[in-house]
């Protein structure tokens, strides 16, 4: 059962197109010598002059991903270890790291070890013997700077990190999520595309990864689709969508299970074909099924055709496994139709960092004493991963206790 179901139909905003994006383009090709730029034109820097510590290491040809992904740098040094990078305070930001183990020191014995932001926990990342692991959080930046951190959480699992990306969003994108928490992506899948599509596509280099979940495959024949409206989305992601064999069948989108952290969902619709001159009808509605009933959750959905709408379940938690499906009306000629979607798990309030007083007091203090320069990342949280040359309280913000 739901609690708190917001699902809105949002009109479109042309004014909000023109905002100024990308003051924050930042790609870490970490463990890497040179400079890279890729076949998105995505120039890559390497992480030598952003880190100290660590050591740069490349993965076994057969676990080769990319270019980008195939060097890290892995930490066997100290409580955590951060990169950072300047912003603008209150900017919203997409963050993105990347790990691929790829067996780099022949031990075949991938690690786990946690992940940070801006002194938040972020997640544990437990790496496999091939392939990536990849993490997106968008949220708002409290300071002037971020800061990503892997800390070692297990004896001899060594932390590393492959590829770090800050990107600058528009603030009306993801706008109806509370500016105190962050958005940790889940999935985003363009339903029925051919291939990957990121920047330049989309702005903010959001990663759309094609899907068909098992249904069939639609073409939109429009000329134009207008992406415009809530989030911004690239128009790729309306050339295709997926639908079901008939008005009977239902398209299921995913399956919800109880947890404490809610969900951010968001769907995007556009018509393959007009129905003006066909005549016919298309809608349909949201549906939360439970082992024990069935219930719709919204106003009917009637596409757009060379336009799009946008449809959100914000704050969504739920008591028992949900399937969140889509049922056509029962005036519908057409089964329900969806270009792409977006899950994400909204975070607890992020935290404000350790009293900004001793954050001063340390920056002086690293000015003074070289050695001390390298630390970056928030000095006491999450706890207890602080720097390793200090102690902190456990009050809200942490103090420094002692050097
Ligand atoms: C959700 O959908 C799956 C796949 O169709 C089905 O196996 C499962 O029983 C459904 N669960 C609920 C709670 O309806
Ligand atoms: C989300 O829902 C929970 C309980 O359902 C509520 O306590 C909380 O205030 C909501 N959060 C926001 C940001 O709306
Ligand atoms: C999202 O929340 C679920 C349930 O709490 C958790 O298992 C999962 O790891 C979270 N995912 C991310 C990316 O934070
Ligand atoms: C931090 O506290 C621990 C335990 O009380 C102590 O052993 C250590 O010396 C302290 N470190 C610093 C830098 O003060």
Redo the contacts with the bound molecule.
Sequence with gaps: MA??VILVSVLLSPLLTFLVSGQVFWSVNCGASDFYVDGNAISWMPDTTLVSNGVAQVVQSSNSISTVLDTLRVFTSRKKNCYSNPVTRGEKLLVRASFNYGNYDRLSSPPTFDLHFDGNFWTTVKTSISGLNMYEATYVAKGNSISVCVAQTKPGQFPFISALEVRSVDSNVYKV??ES?ALFLLSRFSYGASGILRFPQDRYDRIWIPALAGTKKLTNNAIFIDPTGTNNPPSGIFENAITVDSTADILLLGTVSPSKT?VYITTYFSEVTNLDITGEKRSFQFYETTALKSVSMSDPVLPPYGSMTVRYL??Y?VYSITNISLMSTMSSDLPPLINAIEAFN?SEVLTDGTHSNDVGGLALLQKAFNVLGEWSGDPCLPAPYSWDWLNCSNSTPPRVTSL
């Design positions: 609690r708190h999520v509370d928490r809610p914000y704050n938690t909204v």
